[in-house]
Nanobody, 120 residues
Framework: QVQLVESGGGLVQAGGSLRLSCAAS????????MAWFRQTPGKEREFVAG????????YYADSVKGRFTISRDRAKNTMYLQMNNLKPEDTAVYYC?????????????WGQGTHVTVSS
């Protein structure tokens, strides 16, 4: 069973930076795509960034392009989200997600979330 554990959230001023981590375990992730999503109260969870675990191809939501960078360390089974030039509208709970691309088109493994608060 896949386990995902996020860390690195916190409070930061607008314009600042944070790096989120997602430690993954329970599987060999060579067939996986992993991603970051975020959610604020009363809104649907939205996609932020994704990465193909084996090849490293990345993709981003338009709202974070140029400010956020997703990466992974395959040796550590850890995914990262470097967030720069943070804005108050980036405030949310950030979730790590994973899916086996050979089995499903939906992200079906989720972490517990980490809070990010950006003050103006």
């Amino acid at each position: 069973q896949v386990q995902l554990v996020e860390s690195g959230g916190g409070l930061v001023q607008a314009g600042g930076s944070l790096r989120l981590s997602c430690a993954a375990s329970g599987r060999t992730f060579s067939n996986y795509t992993m991603a970051w999503f975020r959610q604020t109260p009363g809104k649907e969870r939205e996609f932020v960034a994704g990465i193909v675990w084996s090849g490293g191809t990345t993709y981003y939501a338009d709202s974070v392009k140029g400010r956020f960078t997703i990466s992974r360390d395959r040796a550590k089974n850890t995914m990262y989200l470097q967030m720069n030039n943070l804005k108050p509208e980036d405030t949310a709970v950030y979730y790590c997600a994973a899916r086996d691309v050979k089995i499903t088109s939906e992200f079906d493994n989720w972490g517990q979330g980490t809070h990010v608060t950006v003050s103006s």
